[in-house]
Antibody, heavy 124, light 109 residues
Protein backbone atom coordinates (compact mmCIF):
# COMPACT_ATOMS: atom_id res chain seq x y z
CA UNK A 1 0.00 0.00 0.00
CA UNK A 2 1.03 3.62 -0.40
CA UNK A 3 3.08 5.08 2.42
CA UNK A 4 4.71 8.45 3.00
CA UNK A 5 7.77 8.69 5.27
CA UNK A 6 8.86 12.13 6.41
CA UNK A 7 12.33 13.15 7.52
CA UNK A 8 14.03 16.35 8.59
CA UNK A 9 15.12 18.36 11.62
CA UNK A 10 12.74 19.20 14.43
CA UNK A 11 14.46 22.43 15.41
CA UNK A 12 15.25 25.38 13.16
CA UNK A 13 16.69 28.76 14.14
CA UNK A 14 14.83 31.97 13.28
CA UNK A 15 15.69 33.41 9.84
CA UNK A 16 17.02 30.05 8.66
CA UNK A 17 15.50 27.56 6.20
CA UNK A 18 13.16 24.74 7.18
CA UNK A 19 13.77 21.63 5.04
CA UNK A 20 11.69 18.44 5.09
CA UNK A 21 11.55 15.42 2.80
CA UNK A 22 8.70 13.01 2.09
CA UNK A 23 9.69 9.61 0.68
CA UNK A 24 7.00 7.79 -1.30
CA UNK A 25 6.50 4.03 -1.41
CA UNK A 26 3.80 2.28 -3.40
CA UNK A 27 3.27 5.21 -5.80
CA UNK A 28 5.37 7.58 -7.88
CA UNK A 29 6.09 11.27 -7.46
CA UNK A 30 5.82 11.57 -11.25
CA UNK A 31 2.49 9.73 -11.45
CA UNK A 32 -0.11 11.29 -13.75
CA UNK A 33 -2.81 10.48 -11.22
CA UNK A 34 -1.60 12.06 -7.98
CA UNK A 35 -0.60 15.39 -6.50
CA UNK A 36 1.84 15.73 -3.62
CA UNK A 37 1.13 18.23 -0.88
CA UNK A 38 2.57 19.85 2.22
CA UNK A 39 0.20 20.81 5.05
CA UNK A 40 0.96 22.11 8.52
CA UNK A 41 -0.90 22.25 11.81
CA UNK A 42 -0.18 25.02 14.29
CA UNK A 43 0.00 24.41 18.05
CA UNK A 44 -3.47 25.97 18.29
CA UNK A 45 -4.75 23.18 16.07
CA UNK A 46 -5.69 24.68 12.72
CA UNK A 47 -4.67 23.01 9.46
CA UNK A 48 -3.01 25.11 6.77
CA UNK A 49 -2.31 23.92 3.24
CA UNK A 50 1.11 25.11 2.06
CA UNK A 51 1.46 23.87 -1.49
CA UNK A 52 1.60 21.00 -3.96
CA UNK A 53 3.46 19.62 -6.94
CA UNK A 54 2.19 17.25 -9.60
CA UNK A 55 3.19 15.94 -13.02
CA UNK A 56 0.91 16.10 -16.05
CA UNK A 57 3.32 16.02 -19.00
CA UNK A 58 5.20 18.75 -17.14
CA UNK A 59 5.65 19.71 -13.52
CA UNK A 60 3.13 22.00 -11.84
CA UNK A 61 3.53 23.90 -8.58
CA UNK A 62 0.84 25.69 -6.54
CA UNK A 63 1.53 27.56 -3.32
CA UNK A 64 -0.55 29.17 -0.61
CA UNK A 65 -0.58 32.95 -0.80
CA UNK A 66 0.54 33.21 2.84
CA UNK A 67 3.91 31.53 2.16
CA UNK A 68 4.34 32.01 -1.59
CA UNK A 69 7.38 34.26 -1.28
CA UNK A 70 9.22 31.81 1.02
CA UNK A 71 8.29 28.31 -0.13
CA UNK A 72 9.72 25.83 -2.60
CA UNK A 73 8.46 22.29 -3.20
CA UNK A 74 10.76 20.06 -5.24
CA UNK A 75 10.11 16.62 -6.67
CA UNK A 76 13.05 14.20 -6.83
CA UNK A 77 12.30 11.45 -9.32
CA UNK A 78 15.59 9.64 -8.71
CA UNK A 79 14.65 9.04 -5.05
CA UNK A 80 10.86 9.05 -5.52
CA UNK A 81 10.34 11.78 -2.97
CA UNK A 82 9.46 15.45 -2.69
CA UNK A 83 10.71 18.13 -0.40
CA UNK A 84 9.63 21.31 1.32
CA UNK A 85 11.83 24.33 1.83
CA UNK A 86 10.53 27.30 3.79
CA UNK A 87 12.87 30.26 4.00
CA UNK A 88 13.26 32.98 6.62
CA UNK A 89 11.31 31.14 9.28
CA UNK A 90 9.94 32.81 12.41
CA UNK A 91 8.41 31.31 15.57
CA UNK A 92 5.03 31.56 13.80
CA UNK A 93 6.22 28.72 11.53
CA UNK A 94 6.34 26.37 14.50
CA UNK A 95 3.94 23.55 13.65
CA UNK A 96 3.52 19.89 12.84
CA UNK A 97 4.25 19.50 9.14
CA UNK A 98 2.57 16.77 7.07
CA UNK A 99 3.04 15.56 3.54
CA UNK A 100 -0.06 14.11 1.86
CA UNK A 101 -1.25 12.58 -1.40
CA UNK A 102 -4.23 13.83 -3.41
CA UNK A 103 -5.08 10.95 -5.78
CA UNK A 104 -6.62 11.22 -9.22
CA UNK A 105 -5.87 12.89 -12.53
CA UNK A 106 -7.84 15.93 -11.44
CA UNK A 107 -6.77 17.77 -8.27
CA UNK A 108 -9.70 17.21 -5.91
CA UNK A 109 -8.38 18.37 -2.51
CA UNK A 110 -8.94 14.90 -1.04
CA UNK A 111 -5.85 13.89 0.89
CA UNK A 112 -6.08 10.13 1.31
CA UNK A 113 -2.56 9.25 2.45
CA UNK A 114 -0.64 11.27 5.04
CA UNK A 115 2.88 11.17 6.37
CA UNK A 116 3.48 10.63 10.06
CA UNK A 117 3.98 14.32 10.75
CA UNK A 118 7.10 16.20 11.84
CA UNK A 119 7.00 18.65 14.74
CA UNK A 120 9.19 21.61 13.76
CA UNK A 121 10.03 24.22 16.36
CA UNK A 122 11.51 27.55 15.34
CA UNK A 123 13.64 28.79 18.20
CA UNK A 124 17.11 30.06 18.88
CA UNK B 1 -7.82 33.19 1.39
CA UNK B 2 -9.72 32.97 4.67
CA UNK B 3 -10.32 29.71 6.52
CA UNK B 4 -13.72 28.10 6.15
CA UNK B 5 -15.96 28.61 9.19
CA UNK B 6 -16.89 25.65 11.38
CA UNK B 7 -18.52 25.63 14.84
CA UNK B 8 -15.88 25.01 17.52
CA UNK B 9 -17.79 22.14 19.08
CA UNK B 10 -20.70 19.75 18.72
CA UNK B 11 -21.92 16.87 20.84
CA UNK B 12 -24.35 14.01 21.02
CA UNK B 13 -25.13 10.88 22.99
CA UNK B 14 -24.26 7.42 21.69
CA UNK B 15 -26.65 6.42 18.95
CA UNK B 16 -27.70 9.98 18.17
CA UNK B 17 -26.83 12.01 15.08
CA UNK B 18 -24.74 15.15 14.91
CA UNK B 19 -24.29 17.50 11.98
CA UNK B 20 -21.51 20.03 11.61
CA UNK B 21 -21.30 22.83 9.08
CA UNK B 22 -18.53 24.31 6.98
CA UNK B 23 -19.27 27.75 5.55
CA UNK B 24 -17.26 29.40 2.82
CA UNK B 25 -17.93 31.57 -0.19
CA UNK B 26 -18.82 31.22 -3.84
CA UNK B 27 -15.06 31.13 -4.54
CA UNK B 28 -14.53 27.92 -2.61
CA UNK B 29 -17.31 25.74 -1.13
CA UNK B 30 -20.06 27.24 -3.27
CA UNK B 31 -18.11 27.21 -6.50
CA UNK B 32 -16.90 23.63 -6.62
CA UNK B 33 -17.84 20.09 -5.61
CA UNK B 34 -14.39 19.43 -4.19
CA UNK B 35 -15.18 19.54 -0.48
CA UNK B 36 -13.61 16.96 1.81
CA UNK B 37 -13.91 16.10 5.50
CA UNK B 38 -11.19 14.76 7.80
CA UNK B 39 -11.28 13.14 11.21
CA UNK B 40 -8.32 13.65 13.55
CA UNK B 41 -7.70 11.92 16.85
CA UNK B 42 -5.15 13.43 19.27
CA UNK B 43 -1.58 12.92 18.17
CA UNK B 44 -2.60 11.35 14.87
CA UNK B 45 -2.60 12.50 11.26
CA UNK B 46 -5.97 13.49 9.79
CA UNK B 47 -7.99 10.74 8.09
CA UNK B 48 -10.07 11.33 4.97
CA UNK B 49 -13.74 10.61 5.70
CA UNK B 50 -15.58 12.28 2.80
CA UNK B 51 -14.40 13.56 -0.59
CA UNK B 52 -16.17 15.43 -3.39
CA UNK B 53 -18.94 16.51 -0.99
CA UNK B 54 -20.58 13.08 -0.65
CA UNK B 55 -18.13 10.29 -1.48
CA UNK B 56 -16.97 7.89 1.25
CA UNK B 57 -13.55 6.28 0.77
CA UNK B 58 -13.33 2.55 1.17
CA UNK B 59 -13.39 1.55 4.83
CA UNK B 60 -15.24 4.63 6.12
CA UNK B 61 -18.49 3.60 7.86
CA UNK B 62 -21.72 4.62 6.14
CA UNK B 63 -22.65 6.43 9.36
CA UNK B 64 -20.66 9.31 7.89
CA UNK B 65 -22.33 11.33 5.17
CA UNK B 66 -21.75 14.66 3.47
CA UNK B 67 -23.89 17.25 1.71
CA UNK B 68 -23.75 20.79 0.42
CA UNK B 69 -26.15 23.66 -0.07
CA UNK B 70 -24.90 26.91 -1.54
CA UNK B 71 -21.77 28.05 0.28
CA UNK B 72 -22.21 25.63 3.19
CA UNK B 73 -21.15 22.00 3.35
CA UNK B 74 -22.20 19.64 6.11
CA UNK B 75 -20.98 16.42 7.68
CA UNK B 76 -23.47 14.19 9.47
CA UNK B 77 -22.44 11.40 11.80
CA UNK B 78 -25.34 9.06 12.49
CA UNK B 79 -25.46 6.46 15.24
CA UNK B 80 -22.69 8.16 17.21
CA UNK B 81 -20.09 5.86 18.71
CA UNK B 82 -17.44 6.57 21.31
CA UNK B 83 -14.67 6.31 18.73
CA UNK B 84 -16.25 9.16 16.72
CA UNK B 85 -15.07 11.62 19.38
CA UNK B 86 -12.40 13.60 17.53
CA UNK B 87 -11.67 16.83 15.71
CA UNK B 88 -13.19 17.24 12.26
CA UNK B 89 -11.95 19.54 9.51
CA UNK B 90 -13.43 20.41 6.14
CA UNK B 91 -11.39 21.48 3.12
CA UNK B 92 -12.29 22.94 -0.23
CA UNK B 93 -10.76 23.63 -3.59
CA UNK B 94 -10.43 27.39 -4.04
CA UNK B 95 -9.10 28.01 -7.51
CA UNK B 96 -5.76 26.16 -7.63
CA UNK B 97 -5.31 26.34 -3.88
CA UNK B 98 -6.80 24.54 -0.89
CA UNK B 99 -8.47 26.08 2.14
CA UNK B 100 -9.24 24.26 5.38
CA UNK B 101 -11.97 24.84 7.91
CA UNK B 102 -11.37 26.04 11.45
CA UNK B 103 -12.20 22.63 12.90
CA UNK B 104 -14.96 21.18 15.09
CA UNK B 105 -14.53 18.97 18.12
CA UNK B 106 -17.24 16.33 18.34
CA UNK B 107 -17.82 15.08 21.88
CA UNK B 108 -19.72 11.88 22.55
CA UNK B 109 -21.59 12.42 25.83
Amino acid sequence: QVQLQQSGPGLVKPSQTLSLTCAISGDSVSSNSAAWNWIRQSPSGGLEWLGRTYYRSRWYFDYAISVKSRITINPDTSKNQFSLQLNSVTPEDTAVYYCARDPGVVVKIAFDIWGQGTMVTVSS
Amino acid sequence: QSALTQPPSASGSPGQSVTISCTGTSSDVGGHNYVSWYQQHPGKAPKLMISEVTKRPSGVPDRFSGSKSGNTASLTVSGLQAEDEADYYCSSYAGSICVFGTGTKITVL
